[in-house]
């Protein structure tokens, strides 16, 4: 089965721009995750979504960041406007409920590198 | 609140001989845990799991881990580590009833030199 796709790979901007990634996940996952990850330290979930509805946005700086999820398939974050501490890996990941006899690992995207100067 | 503590940053050893990956988890409830490993510019690749059962899993490219409900504890092991196991890994857990949220712990980097 095809796995999670993100684009872009790399993505430099200069702070105060804005920027956005996109995620496709894997065909029927209905869970979808956006995390962040500093260099030198785990992943950070920012926002889940189950279907098209969020779960948990606790963590994500709503000041800021943005995301959505139509249709629940495809998603995309959005940072307006980026701060140099905003330099991270974007990782997407999903998943399936227990409940429809999946298993509960995640499967993550290759994630975007994005570069605030 | 969950959380994991991967205590050494780095974990050097020479092929063919056993790998250990330390890791220590909090959580309420029966905890779920996972191992994901970090190939450099690639995403986070699952491993491993524990939910239940027997506290020993077995998982990919020959990694296992053992479960130990006492001392809170899901250390990764390899009894032959190769030179591409080299890569970053990261121990994650999950409570039983939180909705599948995964807290990962910081990662430790392993090199496995020829």
């Known amino acids: 089965e095809a796995g999670v796709a993100q684009s872009p790979r790399y993505k430099i901007i200069e702070k105060r721009q804005s920027v956005a990634f996109w995620c496709n996940p894997i065909s029927g996952h209905a869970t979808l995750y956006w995390y962040q990850q500093i260099l030198g330290q785990g992943p950070k979930l920012l926002i889940q979504?189950?279907?098209?509805?969020?779960?948990?946005d606790s963590q994500l700086p709503k000041d800021r960041f943005s995301a959505e999820r139509l249709k629940g398939v495809d998603s995309t974050l959005k940072i307006q406007p980026a701060k140099l501490e905003d330099s991270a890996v974007y990782l997407c990941?999903?998943?399936?409920?227990?409940?429809?006899?999946?298993?509960?690992?995640?499967?993550f995207g290759p994630g975007t590198r994005l570069t605030v100067t | 609140a969950q959380s994991v503590a991967q205590p050494e940053d780095q974990v050097n050893v020479a092929e063919g001989n056993p790998l250990t990956v330390k890791c220590t988890y909090s959580?309420?409830?029966?905890?779920?845990l996972f191992w994901y490993v970090q190939y450099p510019n690639r995403g986070l690749q699952f491993l491993l799991k524990y939910i239940t059962g027997d506290n020993l899993v077995k998982g990919s490219y020959g990694f296992e881990a053992e479960f130990n409900k006492s001392q809170t504890s899901f250390h990764l092991k390899k009894p032959s580590a190769l030179v591409s196991d080299s890569a970053l890994y990261f121990c994650?857990?999950?409570?039983?009833?939180?909705?599948?949220?995964?807290?990962f712990g910081a990662g430790t980097t392993v090199t496995v030199r020829a």
């Open positions: 979504f189950q279907n098209n509805g969020v779960v948990d």
């Open positions: 990941a999903s998943s399936s409920p227990p409940s429809t006899g999946a298993s509960y690992e995640q499967y």
């Open positions: 994650a857990v999950r409570g039983f009833s939180n909705d599948y949220k995964l807290s």
């Open positions: 959580v309420s409830g029966n905890p779920y």
